[in-house]
């Protein structure tokens, strides 16, 4: 997806010089796509977005992301199969894994964690805890700490 819900923001906000984490935002709801990713930009994260598993790999290669929200229901590539192609990979083995999903069962949780993710986020997430769980990441990049030894 190479529109404006995928791009990076080249505008400065304040936010920005102090952040700019980037951020692979991978979901099959473009409204979810859209809208997520303009409130991240606003905030000065550089965002790319993928709308399938088979996208968000090949984005994530080129885009080299600090931190991925995925949503585990994905067309022809889930979640989980992401995040262990992710893992599997020298470039992109350290980036953040957030499962960013509405299911919510131990079950799931506990495959998502077996899969590589580092976090697991039930939807709808407030701005708030957005911005704190990615302030967290950025935090931790800040100390040197690799951010998927975050989790």
């Known amino acids: 997806m190479n529109d404006d ?3 990076t923001n ?3 906000t304040p936010q920005a010089a102090s952040s700019g984490l980037r951020v692979l935002l991978v979901d099959d709801h473009v409204e979810s796509v859209v809208s997520v ?3 991240l930009r606003t905030q000065g994260y550089q965002v790319r977005a993928a709308l399938s598993g088979i996208e ?3 984005s994530a290669v080129d885009f080299l992301p600090d931190v ?3 949503d585990l229901s994905l067309p022809l590539l889930d979640g989980f199969a992401v995040a262990r192609k992710l893992r599997s990979m020298s470039s ?3 980036t953040y894994l957030i499962a960013l999903t509405g299911w919510d069962s131990e079950d799931i949780v506990e495959r998502a964690r077996s899969a590589g993710f580092d976090r697991h986020i039930v939807k709808p997430i407030s701005n708030e805890a957005m911005r704190a769980v990615l302030a967290e990441v950025q935090a931790g990049i800040d100390a040197g700490v690799g951010a998927a030894s975050l989790g």
């Open 5 to 7: 819900a995928s791009t």
């Open 10 to 12: 080249n505008s400065t």
């Open 37 to 39: 990713g303009r409130l």
């Open 56 to 58: 968000a790999v090949s």
């Open 68 to 70: 991925a929200l995925i």
């Open 92 to 94: 992109t083995r350290g």
